[in-house]
């Protein structure tokens, strides 16, 4: 039997995030590269929405959140009953104390 799969909710930061890190991704590599770069997200995303305990515990960013890694970028995610909300998407290189603490 495979897990249930929560309803993925991305916070308004997310969304931000996630429009940033695309187009910063097609002006500097290309349109074949953000779609390709895109698809990894979201298929990344209905993993963690179908497997929400693979990220590693992130309780400094708020209790139950969590985080997971996806090539460059880092995911700050809560798992709830229904729904996994992203809170949002941040290059590993970005001081997330400073972004979420």
């Known amino acids: 039997m495979s897990a249930r799969k929560l309803r993925?909710?991305?916070s308004p930061e997310a969304r931000s995030d996630l429009s940033d890190i695309l187009l910063y991704t097609?002006?500097?590599w290309g349109l074949a590269q953000q779609r390709s770069y895109s698809a990894q997200l979201y298929a990344a995303f209905a993993l963690l929405?179908?497997?929400p305990g693979l990220g590693i515990p992130r309780p400094e960013f708020g209790p139950e959140n969590r985080g997971h890694?996806?090539?460059q970028h880092v995911v700050i995610y809560r798992p709830a009953e229904t729904?996994?909300?992203i809170l949002r998407i941040?290059?590993?290189r970005r001081d997330l104390d400073a972004e979420l603490g």
Do not use: D, K, P, S
Request: no cysteine; glycine share 0%; proline share 0%.
């Open 8 to 10: 993925l909710v991305l």
């Open 26 to 28: 097609e002006q500097q």
């Open 49 to 51: 929405a179908r497997h």
């Open 69 to 71: 890694r996806i090539r």
């Open 83 to 85: 729904e996994l909300r």
């Open 90 to 92: 941040l290059h590993v």
